[in-house]
Every structure is written in structure tokens, then in C-alpha cells.
């Protein structure tokens, strides 16, 4: 079934941005602008943008046009009123595309409201989620719902977690036996600006830390069949760890790569027969001194977590709480330009003709995924290329719609060949038999 169910192409919009005036979402006009503008898509992509405010729409795409060194948008890019507030409003807009891109966060408050839209209306939809609950939420009450209708629901499309979930299944393929374990270690780079991330994110991660019962009673409501181990069991590592690799002192992530992975793991074993590949997420933080900063910052978070007085603070004074990796106002251009990631990728299997279930692992690979800066250019390139392969590669798609994790529906597609395109780089470094 095509992305947007069986009336796609009647639809005046092949996609629409929603959010698309937020701090992301002005990031991902400008990603969709530059696709269109490629013209990688047959036939052309009928886009649109959507929000509150017509007036900061336009603006988003004047600046969109302007970075792209056009006059001004065409007239071509529609123009949608509608908020997340406003159910008609969300089901008009529904109505009347094949895909909606979802960037209005934090999701676990308003991204429930987009997904019933978009199901209940058939479009699909893709966001760029970090939040295990909403992402494993939405699977328990729409599956069903989007698979009769035939639309994907696809949470995590940005950096969280495109480059985890699809560069270990770039891995699996890279291996050309049988891949069992694999752990990644991410680390970024930041220029003599520094870095830093729009607090949009930190409101996220305080929540989501606040509410981890809500997240165990979920997962037993969903009822998930355990994913077997295969090869050598991955050994647990602990929160604090020096990496002979990488020099560096390195903490397990944080992120939603380790659930999200997991899901697209179980899907791939239970529906497709594949060999399911056990994973570890680490990120390097450098000397001993960070690692002391590190602790002490986290324990004041995770004290103020419990309380509902201590999520107020934390959210209100992101900047202070997190000493400046989080504000209000987002990263500069110049920060963002001088800011890359570096995501490694060790993993261990058995070569061809090996049986699994006997004997050790005997062969070793090591990849990896680079990328521009990963919170505003990394994840508006995922999620937009993630949205083209839905468009374009339904006959790769699984046959029947419902909610998926990017790993899931992707790892037939061609997104590891857009992404490669479009600046976020898959490679092997080694391979070698032990």
C-alpha cells in the first residue's frame, strides 16, 4: 500500500510539514525546500507547510528560499492553518496529503493528537521523537488502526534514531554472515563555538526520566515476546567506562537508540525470520574532569526530577541546570556549522556457513556513521530522506501499514543510499575473521 493509504495520489500534497515555523521545524522547510528543489522525485513533490501563524509560515519560507539563494518560495508551497489543539483543523490537513511531518515536540503533550489524525484520516506520518513512551504508546493504540487504513506511522526518524537503528542493520549487511551483537559509541564534535541544543529536547529528557514507571507499565500492557539471544550474550557495561578505542572515558546513551533498536530487532525476528542482533549504546565524554561534571550535574538531575517544584526549575532554567548545553534560543549558525558527529559501530557475528547457535563468534566488523550536526542539519536530512523513501520505495515498504520503528520499515528501502547522498555517510572501517 502506497504512504497516505489507497487515495495518495489524489491528494493536492505528496507532504506536509506541521510545525513547520518551530525552531526544528524551520530546519526541516529548508531540508524539503532543497529536496524539491533537486528534483530526486518523480514526477516532482507537491509540498506544504503548516501551523498556526500564516504569517510565520511565510517568513519560515522566505528564509528557506533565501538560504537556498532563490527570490522567494513558489507559489507552488502551500500554505495550511491548523493546531495541535484544533482536531478539524489536524484532519483537514490530514485529508489532504500523503504524509505529514510531524515537528511539533515534546511529543508525549501533543504528538498523540497528529499520529489519531493522520490514521483516522489516511495519511502517514513520520516525526523525530526521542521519547520511548509516546513512541511505544502510539504502537499500542493505533497498529491496528493504521494497518486497516494502510499508512506507516514512524516515530525516532531523526538523529534519535536513524543513525543508531539503521547503522546496525548497515552492519548486518556489511558483516555477509550472520551479525549478533553490536554496541555504538557516538561522538560529537564541536567547533571554537561550542555546541548546544534548543531546550525543546531537554524538556523531553526531563519528563521522560520523571515518568520510566509509566514506561515499565506500557511495556506489559503491549505484552512483548522476548527477543532470544544469539552468539556470545553482550556483556552489560558499567555507567562510568574508559574506551581503549577512543581515549576517552565513556557513559551508556541516553537517548531512545537502545528501545528503539530493540523494536525494530523483534520485528525483524518475529515477522521477516531474521537473526535478531543484541545492542549497546555508548557516548564518549572525554577526561576525567568531564566525568566528574558529568556525575555531579546528573545527580542534581536526577534529585530534581522526582519532584514536580524540580521539573519546574529544570525547565525553566535549562541553560543553568545543563551549564549551557541546553537554551531556550537554540544553537547559532556558527555553532551548528562547526559541530559534526561520529557514531562507531563494533560489531561481532559468524562469518557465512557458521552455524550460530555453536561455538564462539569468529568474525569482527567495525563501521560507522558520520554526519553533520546532529539536532538541527542531521535530523531534518534523516527525516526528510526517510520521508522520500516512504513516498518513493513503497514496493520495498512492508505490505501492510501499522506503527513501526525506522529499522522496521526501512530495511528494505533505499534510505541508506539517499542519506549517503545528502551528507550523512555510512561506511566500514575493518572486517576481519578471529
Known amino acids: 500500500m502506497a504512504a497516505g493509504g489507497s487515495d495518495g495520489a489524489k491528494r493536492p500534497y505528496d507532504l506536509v510539514v506541521f510545525g513547520a515555523s518551530g525552531f526544528t521545524g524551520q530546519f526541516v522547510v529548508e531540508e524539503v525546500a532543497r529536496t524539491a528543489a533537486d528534483g530526486e522525485l518523480r514526477g516532482g513533490l507537491r509540498w506544504a507547510v503548516a501551523g498556526r501563524s500564516r504569517q510565520k509560515l511565510q517568513a519560515v519560507l522566505e528564509r528557506a528560499a533565501e538560504r537556498l539563494g532563490k527570490a522567494a518560495p513558489g507559489a507552488e508551497v502551500g500554505v495550511l492553518l491548523c493546531d495541535v489543539g484544533d482536531a ?41 521523537s526521542g521519547e520511548p513512551q509516546f513512541l511505544e504508546g ?24 536513524i543513525p543508531a537503528d539503521i547503522g546496525v542493520l548497515y552492519t548486518r549487511d556489511k558483516l555477509k554472515g550472520t551479525l549478533t551483537a553490536v554496541e555504538s559509541f557516538l561522538k560529537v564534535k564541536s567547533g571554537p563555538e561550542g555546541a548546544c541544543i534548543h531546550d525543546g529536547t531537554w524538556k523531553s529528557a526531563v519528563y521522560g526520566l520523571a515518568d520510566q514507571d509509566n514506561l515499565r507499565k506500557l511495556r506489559k500492557k503491549i505484552g512483548y515476546t522476548p527477543v532470544p539471544v544469539v552468539g556470545t550474550k553482550l556483556r552489560r557495561r558499567g555507567l ?52 566528574i561534571k558529568l556525575m555531579l550535574a546528573g545527580i542534581l538531575f536526577i534529585l530534581l526530577v522526582k519532584f514536580s517544584f524540580g521539573r519546574k526549575l529544570l525547565t525553566k532554567y535549562p541553560e543553568f541546570f545543563s551549564a549551557g548545553r541546553f537554551t531556550k534560543k537554540g544553537p547559532t549558525q556558527k555553532q551548528m ?98
Open 88 to 128: 478539524a483543523s489536524l484532519a483537514a490537513m490530514a485529508k489532504q496529503t500523503r504524509l505529514v511531518l510531524s515537528c511539533v515536540g515534546p511529543y508525549r503533550f501533543l504528538g498523540e493528537p497528529v499520529v489519531e489524525a493522520c490514521v483516522e484520516n489516511g495519511a502517514s506520518c513520520i516525526d523525530i
Open 138 to 161: 502510539m504502537y499500542l493504540k493505533y497498529n491496528q488502526k493504521a494497518a486497516e487504513k494502510g499508512v506507516y506511522i514512524v516515530g525516532s526518524c531523526g538523529f534519535d534514531s
Open 240 to 291: 562510568v567506562f574508559y574506551s581503549p578505542e577512543f581515549k576517552e572515558y565513556c557513559i551508556p546513551f541516553m537517548g531512545s537508540d537502545v528501545s528503539v533498536v530493540k523494536r525494530s530487532q523483534r520485528y525483524l525476528h518475529t515477522d521477516l525470520q531474521e537473526t535478531p542482533v543484541q545492542y549497546g549504546a555508548y557516548v564518549t565524554i572525554g577526561g576525567v574532569g568531564s566525568v
Open 337 to 434: 556549522d562547526g559541530t559534526s558527529f561520529t557514531m562507531t559501530f563494533f560489531g561481532e557475528g559468524y562469518s557465512e556457513g557458521q552455524d550460530p547457535q555453536n561455538g564462539k563468534p569468529n568474525v569482527k566488523i567495525c563501521t560507522e556513521v558520520r554526519g553533520p550536526e546532529p539536532g538541527y542539519v542531521a535530523t531534518p536530512i534523516a527525516m526528510v530522506q526517510a520521508g522520500v523513501s516512504l513516498l518513493e520505495d513503497t514496493a520495498c515498504l512492508p505490505k501492510q501499514g501499522g506503527v513501526y520503528s525506522p529499522g522496521a520499515v526501512f530495511s528494505k528501502t533505499k534510505l541508506i543510499d539517499r542519506l549517503n547522498k545528502h551528507g550523512v555517510e555510512f561506511s566500514v572501517i575493518s572486517k576481519a575473521e578471529v
